[in-house]
Nanobody, 120 residues
Framework: QVQLVESGGGLAQPGESLRLSCAAS????????MGWYRQAPGKQREMVAL???????NYLDSVKGRFTIARDNAKKTVYLQMNSLKPEDTAVYYC??????????????WGQGTQVTVSS
């Protein structure tokens, strides 16, 4: 059983920073893509930042230069450093990972979501 456990959400004022973490656990053989999506009320879920096992990264245009994704493969953990937060960053942030296990080919797993609220 694979689990993704997120932490680090909360309330921040505009211009402040937050750091999200997501740790994968279970009988994991491989993790290719790890990253973050978000969903604001009344909007579709959107990709925020992704990191591949080869080191490539991809960001939503509106967060480029403000957010940084990093991963620790040994700890099976991905981080999202969010700087210069804006009210429009307010959303539930979901961890995503493409994980292969002993009993299942690579499959996309989701965390439970963590709320990020940016407000003065």
């Amino acid at each position: 059983q694979v689990q993704l456990v997120e932490s680090g959400g909360g309330l921040a004022q505009p211009g402040e920073s937050l750091r999200l973490s997501c740790a994968a656990s279970g009988s994991i053989l491989s993790i290719n893509v790890m990253g973050w999506y978000r969903q604001a009320p009344g909007k579709q879920r959107e990709m925020v930042a992704l990191s591949t096992s080869g080191g490539s990264t991809n960001y939503l245009d509106s967060v480029k230069g403000r957010f940084t994704i990093a991963r620790d493969n040994a700890k099976k953990t991905v981080y999202l450093q969010m700087n210069s937060l804006k009210p429009e960053d307010t959303a539930v942030y979901y961890c995503f990972a493409d994980i292969g296990t002993m009993t299942r080919s690579p499959y996309g797993y989701w965390g439970q979501g963590t709320q990020v609220t940016v407000s003065s």
